[in-house]
């Protein structure tokens, strides 16, 4: 059974400062990966997906990476702002057309 | 806007009472999902819906029923609500390849 771990589950870091969110998931034959990040009360969006067959993608401040023999994904973010508060999760898809796996999420705190 | 529109947002419920929560995309998306999200646990998977008329199982199917008589509609009927279920409830839906993953903004659920 696929599971998905997050670490640490909160992060607290002054604004301007590179952090690197982690994610490991125990099954390395996924199908994809995806990063969401979801604000208090509010629903998931979509932040990066990558293919079993990529090793990153990258959108805007945000930088994905994906490390399928070793199980791991980082979510690198640069120059962070307050308003990247929110927390972040982590998704494993393991076949084409099913269900993600979820990891409980980081809940990173930007202060400035 | 195109994206997943969940009703209601808030419900309240006494023990034994039955209701059902809406769901509709407008994006042509084949797959459907439901999640419920409990406090500092990840989501987990309820049901899912790879196309009209079909359904299947997820992590947690106990106390739930689902029906996909539509591509644009996916409602999650929960029957003898038990406070067990008080959550946060997400639907989803995707592509096959889960590219265009949508959240709706959730339903808020308490059963007492």
């Known amino acids: 059974k696929q599971e998905v771990t997050q670490i640490p589950a909160a992060l607290s870091v002054p604004e301007g400062e590179n952090l690197v969110l982690n994610c490991s998931f125990t099954?390395?034959?996924?199908?994809?990966l995806q990063w969401f990040r979801q604000d208090p009360g509010k629903g998931l969006t979509s932040l990066l997906l990558i293919q079993s067959s990529q090793r990153e993608q990258t959108s805007g401040r945000l930088n994905a990476s994906l490390d399928k023999s070793s199980g791991r994904s980082t979510l690198y973010i640069a120059a962070s702002q307050p308003g990247d508060s929110a927390t972040y999760l982590c998704?494993?898809?393991?076949?084409?057309?099913?269900?993600?796996?979820f990891g409980k999420g980081t809940t990173l705190s930007v202060s400035s | 806007n195109a994206g997943v529109t969940q009703t209601p947002k808030f419900r309240i419920l006494k023990i034994g009472q039955s209701m059902t929560l809406q769901c509709a995309q407008d994006m042509n998306h084949n797959y459907m999902y439901w999640y419920r999200q409990d406090p500092g646990m990840g989501l987990k998977l309820i049901y899912y819906?790879?196309?009209?008329?079909?359904?299947d199982k997820g992590e947690v199917p106990n106390g739930y029923n689902v029906s996909r008589s539509t591509t644009e509609d996916f409602p999650l009927r929960l029957e003898l609500a038990a406070p067990s279920q008080t959550s946060v409830y997400f639907c989803a839906s995707s592509s096959r390849d889960n590219y265009g993953y949508t959240f709706g903004s959730g339903t808020r659920l308490t059963v007492v």
């Open positions: 819906s790879v196309g009209a008329g079909i359904t």
């Open positions: 998704a494993v898809g393991n076949q084409a057309g099913t269900a993600l796996i």
């Open positions: 099954d390395s034959a996924i199908y994809n």
